[in-house]
């Protein structure tokens, strides 16, 4: 429901690199169960949000909360212990490792031993349905399979929000409509979902909520459907 808190909550981000103002006074709330779409015209401040969601950048201004609790000042490993997680960074999977290898590496952190770490690796690699590629070196891996197990490593740590940056990007429209069931059933389980896309036809039908920035603010923020008729977002970027 609305009234509970929010599993990711964002108050009033700021962030300006030299003389240029990135980010502006950006709040947002990650909800349960609901996946919100970041929208924006190139350099209008999306991958900045999620640095500084994740810690890989500072905030000059703002607070952030996980479950009620402040964790604005915590690094980045701190923040992903606190159930954040990023996905779909470029080179994030180690290419001389076999799938099941890098989908166990995130599972070390959470499992006591090797052999259970291994076993709820295959857990997640059977859900994301890469079974047959668990032997393969994650370097030979074409596009869609490669986001399938980025994924899979992404919901292996078990995360409370997820944070994907152009999740579709280089896949192709089967591709894109199985990933897209994937992330709708990941929310369904409970996670908190924010995408940063450019493909509509992706985001739209898969997204709860849509925050538009422009120039490093929020322009726009509601349904996909109120957001494809707002006249500012029109006049920024879909238009
Ligand atoms: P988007 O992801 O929407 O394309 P970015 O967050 O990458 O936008 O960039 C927002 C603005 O901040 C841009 O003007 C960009 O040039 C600037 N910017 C981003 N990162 C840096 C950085 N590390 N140093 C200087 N300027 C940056």
């Known amino acids: 429901p609305a009234s509970s808190a929010p599993v990711l909550y964002v ?36 991958t900045t949000l999620i640095n500084l969601i994740t ?11 996980v479950s009620d609790a402040d964790i604005t000042g915590e690094p980045p490993h701190r923040r992903a212990l606190a159930g954040i997680a990023r996905s779909f960074q ?44 668990v032997h393969t070196r994650c370097g030979a891996l074409p596009p869609g399979p490669r986001r399938a197990v980025e994924l899979a490593r992404a919901l292996a740590r078990q995360p409370l929000a997820m944070l994907l940056d152009e999740p579709a990007a280089g ?16 929310a369904d389980d409970g996670i908190a979902i924010m995408i940063v896309e450019h493909n509509m036809p992706f985001l739209l039908p898969l997204a709860d909520r849509i925050l538009c920035l422009d120039e490093g603010r929020a322009i ?20």
Not at 93 to 119: C, F, G, K, N, Q
Request: glycine share 12%; proline share 3%; hydrophobic share 45%.
């Open 11 to 46: 108050d009033g981000f700021g962030k300006r690199f030299g003389g240029v103002q990135a980010v502006s006074d950006v709040s947002l709330r990650l909800d349960r169960g609901r996946i919100l779409g970041v929208i924006g015209p190139n350099g209008s401040g999306k």
């Open 55 to 65: 810690g890989l950048e500072k905030a000059d201004a703002g607070k952030l909360y």
């Open 171 to 186: 896949l192709t429209e089967d591709e894109q409509a199985s990933l897209a069931r994937r992330l709708r059933a990941a």
């Open 220 to 239: 726009a923020e509601g349904t996909p459907g109120s957001i494809r008729r707002d006249p500012a977002v029109i006049a920024a970027y879909l238009g």
């Open 90 to 133: 470029t080179a994030a999977l180690p290419s001389d490792s076999t799938v099941l290898e890098a989908v166990t590496a995130a599972r070390i952190a959470i499992d006591s031993d090797i052999a259970t770490a291994r076993s709820h690796a295959m857990h997640f690699i059977v859900q994301a349905g890469i079974a047959d590629l």
